[in-house]
C-alpha cells in the first residue's frame, strides 16, 4: 500500500513535509485545561504521534509559550520562523513547518517568544484572530490540528466539548519521553503510555470518521 502522506517541498530548505491526501478538512483539536501540569503537552504530542502513525496527516500547532511541544520533540524552528511571526503576522504558516521523523507529522514550532501574543482561536465579534487565520489556511493538509493550551474558563463555552473514554494511567516512561526529544511511540512502543495513546488515537480517528460521514449525509452537494 503506497504511503498516505505524500509530501512537497518546504519553501526554505531541501526537507519535505507530509500534505494532506483525504478529502475532509483537517479537524482542530484543542487540548485544553485550565491547569499546568495535567498532561496536556504529554497529550498532545502523544496524540499526534499517534494519529501520524495511524497514516492520518497531522500538524501539531505549537502555542505553548514554553515551546513544549516543540522541545519535546527535538526540534527547532527553521529559518521560516515560527508561531510568534504567525500570529504577529510577521509569517505565514506553510513558511514556518517542519518535518518529523513520522512522515505524517508536522510540527508549526514555536520558542519561548509567544508570552503575551494573542492565542485565541475563537473570533470574536467579527473579527478573526491570526490562530484561526492561520489554521484556516492549512486545514485541507491535514486530518487532524493538534494544540496545546491553557484556556481561561470562559473559552470553554466556545468549543464543542467531547469527553473520549480512554483513560491514560500515570506511566514513567511518559515523563521520559521528552527528555529524550521523542514522541513515546518511539520512546518506548511497548510501554502502557504507548498503548493508552494509540488507543486513543483510534478512538478520535473512528469519531472523526463517523461526523464526518454524518455531516457528508446531512450537507450534500448542491
Ligand atoms: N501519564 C503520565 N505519566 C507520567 N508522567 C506524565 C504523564 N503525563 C504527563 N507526565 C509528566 O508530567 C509532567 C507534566 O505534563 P505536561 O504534559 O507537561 O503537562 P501540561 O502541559 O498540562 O503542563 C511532565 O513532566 C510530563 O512528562
Ligand atoms: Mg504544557
Avoid at 494519529?51 to 500547532?61: D, V
Avoid at 510577521?90 to 517542519?98: D, K, R, V
Avoid at 511518559?174 to 512502543?189: N, Q, R, T
Wanted: net charge positive.
Amino acid at each position: 500500500m503506497p504511503p498516505k502522506c505524500s509530501t512537497w517541498n518546504i519553501p526554505w530548505g531541501r526537507d519535505r513535509v507530509p500534505v494532506l491526501t483525504s478529502a475532509s478538512m483537517g479537524r482542530v483539536i484543542a487540548i485544553a485545561n485550565q491547569k499546568g501540569g495535567v498532561g496536556k503537552t504529554t497529550t498532545a504530542i502523544s496524540l499526534a504521534a499517534a494519529l501520524a502513525i495511524a497514516e492520518r496527516p497531522t500538524l501539531l500547532l505549537d502555542v505553548d509559550p514554553q515551546a513544549s511541544s516543540t522541545k519535546g520533540l527535538a526540534l527547532r524552528p527553521g529559518p521560516g520562523g515560527e508561531m510568534y511571526g504567525v500570529l504577529t503576522g510577521e509569517a505565514q504558516i506553510e513558511e514556518i513547518l517542519l518535518p518529523t521523523e513520522l512522515e505524517c507529522l508536522t510540527v508549526a514550532p514555536a520558542s519561548r517568544d509567544l508570552v503575551g501574543v494573542e492565542v485565541e482561536l475563537v473570533a470574536e465579534k467579527g473579527r478573526e484572530f491570526p490562530l484561526s487565520q492561520a489554521v484556516a489556511r492549512v486545514r485541507d493538509r491535514f486530518d487532524f490540528i493538534l494544540m496545546s493550551r491553557q484556556v481561561v474558563a470562559d473559552i470553554r463555552a466556545f468549543f464543542k466539548e467531547k469527553v473520549y473514554r480512554t483513560i491514560v494511567p500515570r506511566n514513567v516512561r511518559l515523563g521520559e519521553a521528552p527528555s529524550f526529544g521523542k514522541p513515546i511511540m518511539l520512546y518506548d512502543i511497548r510501554s502502557r503510555g504507548a498503548e493508552s495513546y494509540l488507543n486513543l488515537a483510534r478512538e478520535v480517528i473512528r469519531h472523526h470518521e463517523k461526523t464526518s460521514a454524518r455531516q457528508r449525509t446531512e450537507q450534500p452537494h448542491p
